[in-house]
């Protein structure tokens, strides 16, 4: 068996036991031995289980991360200045096509849900690094469109977005949902999120 197979294998059963399990409670062991390899496996690979972690979440984050930026820079590239419900759309959009993409390996998303909801140090390190670039330019974009907004108060808000899209990893059903569905979906949470996006400060 190649290289590859059995690196991808490891990831998978590793998402599903962090996923089922928590982190600190799913060991070495128990990975190699559901994904039938030897514990050397783990070290060749990736050199520890929280080497493995972070290449199963970047797995999905990886091109979540692209797609939004992607989105951003085509808003962007229009001439007029895009509005908070607009930057909220994209948002929201990237992460239910990759919800889409992941409906075969529903694992994987309540992985990254399980991870981003832990408040342990770690846990959270890992997000604020996967995640930091993207959540700056967003930020820096919602400043604009909201210019009566102080930074911290954006970012509070964009936090409290994020909470939201951790619990659809989270809650997301093992058989995914159709295309109009997750349309409806997204037209909801920007509904419900937008206003409170925009509204003044406190």
Known sequence: MSTSSTRDRLLDTAAQLF??????????????????????????????????????????????????????????????EPTSDQLLRIFLQADLETLQALQDRGAAARLVGR?????????????????????????DALAAALPKLPADEIVWRLEQIVAVIVNLFLRWPHEGVTPTEAAVLLDRLVAFLGPGLSAPPP
Do not use: C, W
């Open 115 to 139: 991870v981003y909801s832990d408040p342990s140090p770690a846990m959270q390190a890992m997000a604020r690094d996967q995640f930091g670039e993207t959540g700056a330019r967003f930020a």
């Open 19 to 80: 996923a089922e399990n928590g982190f600190d409670r799913t060991s070495v062991r128990d990975i190699t031995t559901a994904a039938e390899a030897n514990q050397a496996a783990i070290h060749y690979h990736f050199g520890s289980k929280e080497a493995v972690l972070r290449a199963a979440t970047d797995r999905v984050v990886g091109p979540l991360n692209e797609r939004r930026h992607q989105l951003l820079d085509d808003l962007l590239a229009d001439e007029h």
